[in-house]
Antibody, heavy 119, light 111 residues
Framework: EVHLVQSGAEVKKPGATLKISCKVS????????IHWVQQAPGKGLVWMGL????????IYGENIQGRVTISADTSTGTAYMELSGLRHEDTAVYYC????????????WGKGTTVTVAS | QSVLTQPPSASGTPGQRVTISCSGS????????VYWYQQLPGMAPKLLIY???QRPSGVPDRFSGSKSGTSASLVISGLRSEDEAEYFC????????????FGGGTKLTVL
C-alpha cells in the first residue's frame, strides 16, 4: 500500500523560508509524479507544482512560480517543497500527493502539513 | 478566478441523485481529461474520478463522471449522509508551460 508521510506543522515569520518533506513508501518512487497542493483556511485547492523523480523535472503553478522549489531525493524516496518569502496569506495546509507519470491526477495524498505564518 | 467553474453548493436528500457541474473553456475541458476529488471535513482530498469517467478501485459505483464538450459532471446516485463533503473538479491547463487547474469546489449538503 502506498503511503505519503509529511513532516510536521510549522510556524514561520513573514519573509522566512519553509521546507516541507514528503516521504513515499509502498511503490516505486520513479515513474510517478509528486504534486504539491495548497489549501488556505476555508478555501479551495491550489496546485503548486510537481516533480518527476525520474529526472528531477519540475512544473510550477503560475501563481506561485518564482517562490517555490520542488525537488525529489530518489535515494530516500522523499520529495520536498520549499517556499520562500513567506507572507501571511501563505498560511495554509500543504498536501503532497502522487499520481502516474504522464498524467495529472493525484491518486494518493498525504495527510497535509499545517503552516502558520505570523509575526 | 478559476478556469473551471463549479456551483458553490448543492444539496439532496438520502437516496436522491445529485449532479455537480464543472464548466470550463474549450482550451481546458474540451481537450484534456477531467478529474474529481472528494474532501471530507478535516481530511485530505481523495480521488473519485480520473480521465473523465474512470473510477479508482474502492470508489463505489454510485459515483460517476462524464464530460461533454466544455463541461463535465459528477453524478452521485443513492445519496448517503457520508457523501456530505466538498467536491473539486480539476484538469490540466495547457496554457503557458501547463498546470493543474482546480475548480472552486462544491459543498454538498445531505439534508
Amino acid at each position: 500500500e502506498v503511503h505519503l508521510v509529511q513532516s510536521g506543522a510549522e510556524v514561520k515569520k513573514p519573509g522566512a523560508t519553509l521546507k516541507i518533506s514528503c516521504k513515499v513508501s509502498g511503490y516505486t518512487f520513479t515513474g510517478h509524479y509528486i504534486h504539491w497542493v495548497q489549501q488556505a483556511p476555508g478555501k479551495g485547492l491550489v496546485w503548486m507544482g510537481l516533480v518527476d523523480p525520474e529526472d528531477g523535472d519540475t512544473i510550477y503553478g503560475e501563481n506561485i512560480q518564482g517562490r517555490v522549489t520542488i525537488s525529489a531525493d530518489t535515494s530516500t524516496g522523499t520529495a520536498y517543497m520549499e517556499l520562500s518569502g513567506l507572507r501571511h496569506e501563505d498560511t495554509a495546509v500543504y498536501y503532497c500527493a502522487t499520481g502516474p507519470g504522464g498524467d495529472y491526477y493525484m491518486d494518493v495524498w498525504g495527510k497535509g502539513t499545517t503552516v502558520t505564518v505570523a509575526s | 478566478q478559476s478556469v473551471l467553474t463549479q456551483p458553490p453548493s448543492a444539496s439532496g436528500t438520502p437516496g436522491q441523485r445529485v449532479t455537480i457541474s464543472c464548466s470550463g473553456s474549450r482550451s481546458h475541458t474540451g481537450i484534456n481529461f477531467v478529474y474529481w476529488y472528494q474532501q471530507l471535513p478535516g481530511m485530505a482530498p481523495k480521488l473519485l474520478i480520473y480521465r473523465d469517467s474512470q473510477r479508482p478501485s474502492g470508489v463505489p459505483d454510485r459515483f460517476s463522471g462524464s464530460k461533454s464538450g466544455t463541461s463535465a459532471s459528477l453524478v452521485i446516485s443513492g445519496l448517503r449522509s457520508e457523501d456530505e463533503a466538498e467536491y473539486f473538479c480539476a484538469t490540466w491547463d495547457d496554457n503557458m508551460s501547463g498546470y493543474v487547474a482546480f475548480g472552486g469546489g462544491t459543498k454538498l449538503t445531505v439534508l
